[in-house]
């Protein structure tokens, strides 16, 4: 159980990551670390899941880097992002109804039935453009 009382302040922390997809697991893994460093272990499995349907997204469907951003938010959201050089939107979730045994395209699908809330929005900085894709959990 998470006991977002005993986390009162804000934390972030942002892992760039190669066009590579050995990045996923070591993006989920990094997240796996952080959460139970910050004594959020009843977020790990959920938060990794999307973390990893997150990454697989801006590694699989990119050529550029990505990078993986953790947010905490007092009194309790967790907020898991990831930004690629791809300033297209991502394709939107197709109803869970329609999804079938192949990997393919469920990512988002995953998102949506597992954050409370998720979103994308274009990004243009510094030059660099690309996309921000997240979603957020609440600590019960």
């Not at 993006?27 to 973390?51: F, N, P, Q, Y």
């Not at 007092?74 to 898991?80: A, D, K, M, V």
């Given at each position: ?47 990794e ?5 997150l990454v697989?997204?801006?590694?699989r ?65 510094h ?14």
């Amino acid at each position: 159980m998470t006991h977002a009382r005993k986390h009162p302040e804000a934390w972030e922390y942002c892992l760039s990551i190669p066009n590579d997809l050995r990045a996923v697991t070591v993006s989920r893994r990094t997240l796996r670390l952080i959460l139970t460093a910050h004594g959020l272990i009843g977020l790990v499995d959920v938060a990794e899941l999307l973390a990893t349907e997150l990454v697989t997204n801006a590694v699989r469907h990119t050529k550029g880097p990505a990078a993986l951003r953790v947010r905490w938010a007092p009194p309790g959201t967790l907020r898991i992002g990831a930004w690629d050089a791809d300033p297209e939107p991502p394709e939107p979730p197709v109803p869970l109804a329609r999804i079938s045994e192949a990997e393919e395209g469920r990512g988002l699908v995953l998102v949506r039935a597992c954050a409370d809330v998720w979103g994308w929005h274009p990004l243009s900085r510094h030059g660099n453009r690309g996309k921000y894709v997240w979603c957020e959990l609440a600590a019960a």
